[in-house]
């Protein structure tokens, strides 16, 4: 799987509106094992955050397939 489709799957568990921190660990508990592939949290994090705003077309990011959007806006 994926960490996209992790993400999505993670989201729905979550009813579609979530926090980053509460997604992220969502997604730690579908693959317990991706974080160990980082050196550091952070940047599993990043790569979170970044594949949603490539799949946001709220973001100044976007480039890919409209999958997330911003519920309450861009901040």
């Not at 509106?17 to 599993?44: F, G, M, S, T």
Request: aromatic share 10%; proline share 3%; with cysteine.
């Amino acid at each position: 799987m994926t960490l996209l489709e992790e993400i999505i799957l993670a989201m729905n568990k979550l009813g579609g509106h979530c926090y980053y921190a509460d997604l992220y660990e969502a997604v730690q508990e579908i693959n317990p094992e991706r974080i160990k592939n980082y050196k550091n949290k952070e940047n599993w994090q990043k790569d979170i955050q970044s594949l949603i705003q490539r799949h946001s077309p709220d973001s100044k990011s976007f480039k890919g397939k409209k999958i997330f959007y911003a519920v309450e806006g861009i901040r």
